[in-house]
């Protein structure tokens, strides 16, 4: 019995001992440094132990699934000075590897690109260092749920980092954050061809983009592309590109555009031609006299826009300049006042203009002021000014009606300390009701022949005694 018992008790240890060696053999540790070189394809995980300076062709290449490659601080660099490989690539996932993570070192000096995956899924790209290519520093082509965070791509060519659709229908839910995009040719960031849905364009710094081509800006969604869906553009900042901020292109529909800061963009801070974008909370902010032409422009074909809580300052044409459908413009603040320069006054056309091409814009709760012509001027159809506040014209009028705009209501809207008339209505295809108007340079109100008066239109303090013409005014 003694002697049976004793060797249970071998046998449990001789068991024990090898599941730990089983345990040991199959839960290697990470890999160490491994010298590789150029054009090495990579089918385990690799940490980079030197440099790869002057490669040929591609950089490295990956070669499997589930892998890390770790640069280790070093520096992948090819040869576009010199003239390499037009195809050469730094790092290639073109192969569609899943699960593959790019990080910690150098990319530079390639002629097409820096990181390119095409029909891979989950793949993280980050803490890259990268200069110098020709089209892009980082392409996403097809595949879902990648992940493009903190890298630094400088003079990455036509775009800095890219998202295109693949073969496959549609490319999904990939994101982009708090990379640091400087000097592209044509965009910082674009989702540019074929069916892109849900991707995330988050905490990015975009700067120093020359916009060689027409439709650059800092952050482009939806040039040349067939559909690209509920796209969210959040907390990025944008300053000093020859181009615009934030371009919402016409094969976009559902884009939320939140919470950006935009300064001293050469085009419109926001651009929107695309399906029922959102716009709301962002912040423009021109610190140099006629840097930013517009803070939001609706172009025609944009419909169901939403623009609502921004913050324009500065803008030298326009603060929001409407030619879409349906716009709902909301709660916003207009100023034209120039930080840096505040004895200078920007809005040469109006705070907010409503385009003669723009139809049943609702206009609604505005604060504009300290323009340098109008607060507002209405040339669209069906157009909506309500509870709006507009303050201080150097020249021109309040809100000014022009002759071919039909169908607009001016309601409950104060005009006030405007060099010209208050409300000025050009149009007799106009109702006012309830508004109120003071301390302009010439009437409150000044209306032609044949406009509704909806009654309870109040003025005062207005430089021309009559204080109102064209409507029944009563004291405030």
Known sequence: MAGRQSRRTSSRTAAVALLALGAFVFHPSPAAAQPVGCGAVLTEDTTLAADLIDCPGDGLV?????ITVDLGGHTVSGQIIQGGDPGQVGIDNSAGHDDVTIRN???????????HLAGADRNLVTGLDMFLFDEFGILIEGGSDNRIA?????????????????ATPTTLNNVIADNVVTSSSSAGIALRSGRIAGTVVEGNEVTGNSNEEPWGAAIVVAYRAVDVTATTVRGNTAYRNFGGGVFVGRAAEGTVV???????????????TGDRTVIRSNTVDSQIPGSTTVGVQLNIGSRNAQVTANSIRGASLAGIDDSGRRSDIRLNIVDG???????DWAGWLAGIAVRPEATGADIEGNVVRRQSMNGMVVGGRNTLLRYNA???TLYGDGVLVEPGATGTRVERTVATRHRDDGIDVDSAATTLTGNLATDNGDLGIEAVAGVIDGGGNRAARNDNPTQCVGVTCTAP
């Open 390 to 392: 507009v303050d201080q």
């Open 105 to 115: 070192g150098t990319v530079s000096y390639f002629q097409r690109g820096g990181v």
């Open 337 to 343: 006042q120039y930080t840096a320069f505040p004895d």
């Open 62 to 66: 990956i070669g499997a699934p589930g």
């Open 258 to 272: 939140e919470r950006n800061a935009l300064r001293d963009n050469g085009a419109a801070e926001i651009e929107n």
């Open 150 to 166: 903190a890298n630094t791509p400088q003079a990455p060519g036509t775009v800095g980092i890219e998202v295109r659709g693949g």
